[in-house]
């Protein structure tokens, strides 16, 4: 099981919104599409940020839900991400750490896919 590599995990049908939008904007495109995390990209695609439903706890309970704050403030900018080639293996440390979902990032910054804890339980429960 640890040498399955991360793109066998990941999933590609990726939510994104661009960087200059607002929260309530992404908060409607993850309920929309069912998702507990949504990729903040340039508009070249390049990846700049995560925002997760976590996040949307703080920035609710700080502002005004229906504010116009823009997916800046309060993204996580210092994004942990992984090759598509990375195994299993090597997902083991980021997740120790507390992350819950990480890109796939291809050699020039731009998503590709993501694998998120629930990917990786999904997984070992299907090998074991």
């Not at 995990?9 to 309920?31: C, F, H, K, P, Q």
């Not at 991400?81 to 750490?97: C, G, I």
Request: without cysteine.
């Amino acid at each position: 099981m640890n040498d399955v590599s991360v793109e066998q995990l990941m999933s590609t049908d990726l939510t994104t919104i661009e960087r200059g939008a607002a929260a309530a904007d992404a908060a409607e495109r993850m309920r929309d599409t069912g998702v507990s995390s949504i990729l903040v990209v340039e508009p070249d695609g390049t990846l700049v940020g995560l925002i997760t439903a976590t996040d949307f706890v703080a920035l609710v309970r700080d502002n005004d839900p229906k504010d116009r704050t823009p997916v800046e403030a309060f993204m996580t900018t210092d994004v942990v991400t992984v090759e598509r080639d990375a195994t299993v293996a090597e997902l083991a440390e980021p997740t120790a750490h507390g992350y819950t979902h990480l890109p796939v990032t291809d050699d020039d910054g731009r998503p590709v896919g993501v694998v998120s804890t629930t990917d990786l339980t999904a997984s070992l429960s299907r090998a074991g």
